[in-house]
């Protein structure tokens, strides 16, 4: 590989035989170039109003360009003005919109973003996923995720056959930075009618729940969250007790379905619903579950 050399002189760096030292040492199509910074999306959100004011006002795009450049610092170029100014782009582009008005739907999205559910980030996208063995439960998240990013048809419950698991995925930054408030910060939404409590602990008990024996259990790594749900329960009827220390951070968990041994994190606390209360849970709140729905009612 050949060594670049470029004379250090300041005259000689800006002018070497009558040719920029870009042109001499950098041929065109063997130029560096550097990549423009991606802006986040607040940010772009924020200059396009700014545009978009602007110009209504007369500005000419070059005095757009200046006034943003001095005012905040950040480089826009002619063309990006020119589409906003013309509503051909918008920062938006392809996200999917979400407003968080509450309802049902986004009360068991956020159970499931609580329970079984993860935020993940791949490059620029910001997704919600869930990855079940139960198709039902993958169904009914898909189609309240679907109901909130205003699709027509449901997300597609895809099957891997790796992990032995119904996975359902949807992006949208906006719904992603919802579900990354702190857990008290959406009680509004859950609390904000009895259907919406429903929804939400129905997903919960969807995605945490247990029924053997005609014993209802549910676990979590937090034991804050088992105890609003306790506190949830009491509202319909329902009481629990818990919750109690389970398994210890460090312990060794075995996946059923792969077989795939993986050591625990966090320690893991559950919480017990009485025996007599059941009919109460099944008639108030229930599974989205089959199996464990015909478990709750034997």
């Given at each position: 590989m050949w060594k670049l050399t470029i004379p250090t002189d300041h005259v000689t760096t800006t002018i070497h035989n009558g040719r920029s030292t870009a042109r001499t040492y950098f041929?065109?199509?063997?130029?560096?170039?550097?990549?423009?910074?991606?802006?986040?999306?607040?940010?772009?959100?924020?200059?396009?109003?700014?545009?978009?004011?602007?110009?209504?006002?007369?500005?000419s795009y070059g005095q757009l360009q200046k006034h943003i450049f001095d005012t905040t610092g950040r480089e826009l170029s002619k063309s990006s003005v020119s589409y906003w100014v013309r509503g051909i782009h918008n920062p938006l582009g392809r996200v999917n919109a979400f407003t968080p008005t509450a309802c049902p739907e986004l009360a068991y999205v956020i159970g499931v973003a609580l329970s079984d559910g993860n935020l993940n980030v791949h490059e620029h996208h910001r997704e919600i996923l869930l990855s079940v063995t139960d198709r039902d439960f993958a169904?009914?998240?898909?189609?309240?995720?679907?109901?909130?990013?205003?699709?027509?048809?449901p997300y597609k419950v895809r099957w891997s056959e790796k992990r032995k698991r119904c996975i359902v995925q949807g992006a949208s930054i906006f719904l992603y930075k919802f579900l990354s408030h702190r857990w008290l910060e959406l009680k509004p939404w859950i609390e904000h009618c009895n259907k919406c409590t429903v929804c939400y602990l129905?997903?919960?008990?969807d995605g945490e729940g247990c029924i053997s024996r005609r014993q209802l259990t549910i676990s979590n790594t937090n034991v804050e969250l088992l105890l609003y749900a306790r506190e949830l329960l009491r509202k319909f009827g329902v009481e629990s007790t818990g919750p109690y220390l389970g398994k210890l951070a460090g312990t060794v968990l075995k996946d059923s379905q792969t077989g795939k041994l993986y050591k625990r994190?966090?320690?893991?606390?559950?919480?017990?619903?009485?025996?007599?209360?059941?009919?109460?849970f099944a008639e108030h709140i229930g599974f989205t579950i089959e199996r464990k729905q015909r478990r709750l009612r034997a």
């Open positions: 041929p065109i199509g063997e130029r560096p170039r550097k990549a423009a910074p991606y802006l986040p999306l607040d940010t772009r959100l924020k200059l396009f109003h700014v545009v978009k004011e602007l110009r209504s006002q007369g500005l169904e009914e998240f898909s189609r309240c995720l679907a109901k909130l990013l205003h699709r027509a048809l129905r997903a919960f008990f994190k966090k320690n893991c606390y559950y919480s017990y619903v009485s025996v007599r209360n059941l009919p109460q």
